[in-house]
């Protein structure tokens, strides 16, 4: 797959794409990135990319223009019969969360537009952005962390990038946990300032071990996130043992 990224900073994304267990997708080619500066694409000797609003009100607007051309130099490069999807990265897009990364990471790829200032000019985004996507409810300085963040989730569900190929299936929001919280991860040493690894762990009973990982994933879920409980329930993911135990904890923390 491809990412074509639009930035005025392609130089914040080096030590993603050379760090970490992730570089394997991007040096074997899994997930080829392509970095756009609009100012490249820009006209005048100081190669203006913004502007200042009209109306009036602070900060600075990115230019149609220059993002126009650039994306016309990404297109004819790409030679699609399909244009790819365009993604701003922008307070109003949805939420990114692990059915939409899933989707990316099955799909061509996509143009990313890493937005700056107080954002871009409104006619450039109704006439070529296809998908908007937030991290959250707060606002960065620019679209290339949310970029990066797309990236990795993308890049460690591709084949061979993980070294334990079921590794990610385990994650939580993964469909394999029916979209709850993964359970607590326990190493070496046995006892570590008193506190000890939970028995079950190294009971050596595979039954028993998924059993205490199941209700620790239910436990932590139903303390932190309790709408991902919901979730479960409605699609029906939840067995019988899983109900009996959250009344259990229900019974525990009684509501105020």
Not at 76 to 84: K, N, V
Not at 105 to 114: F, H, Y
Not at 204 to 231: N, T
Request: glycine share 10%; aromatic share 8%; proline share 7%.
């Amino acid at each position: 797959m491809r990412f074509d990224i639009i930035t005025l900073f392609p130089e914040l994304f080096g030590p993603l794409l050379t760090s970490g267990i992730t570089r394997r997708a991007y040096e074997s080619g899994l997930v080829e990135v392509h970095f756009w500066n609009p100012r490249d694409h820009a006209e005048g000797n100081y190669r203006r990319v913004d502007d200042r609003p009209f109306g009036g009100g602070p900060g600075m607007v990115m230019l149609a223009e220059p993002l126009g051309k650039c994306l016309k130099a990404i297109r004819t490069e790409r030679a699609e019969a399909q244009p790819a999807p365009l993604v701003l990265f922008s307070p109003i897009g949805q939420k990114l969360n692990h059915a939409a990364v899933q989707g990316w990471s099955d799909s061509q790829g996509a143009v990313l537009l890493c937005g700056r200032y107080e954002g871009v000019d409104q006619r450039f985004i109704d006439r070529h952005v296809s998908h908007q996507i937030s991290l959250g409810d707060f606002v960065l300085s620019g679209g290339e962390i949310a970029a990066m963040a797309l990236l990795d989730a993308v890049a460690r569900l591709q084949p061979g990038v993980l070294g334990d190929e079921g590794s990610h299936q385990l994650d939580s929001f993964n469909p394999a946990l029916d979209g709850l919280l993964d359970s607590p991860h326990y190493t070496r040493p046995e006892m570590w300032q008193g506190d000890a690894v939970p028995e079950a762990l190294l009971s050596g009973h595979h039954a028993r071990i998924e059993r205490w990982r199941r209700e620790q994933s239910l436990m932590l879920s139903a303390r932190h996130r309790p709408e991902l409980i919901d979730q479960a329930r409605a699609a029906g993911h939840l067995s019988r043992m899983d109900e009996v135990f959250l009344q259990g904890l229900d019974a525990q923390n009684p509501q105020p």
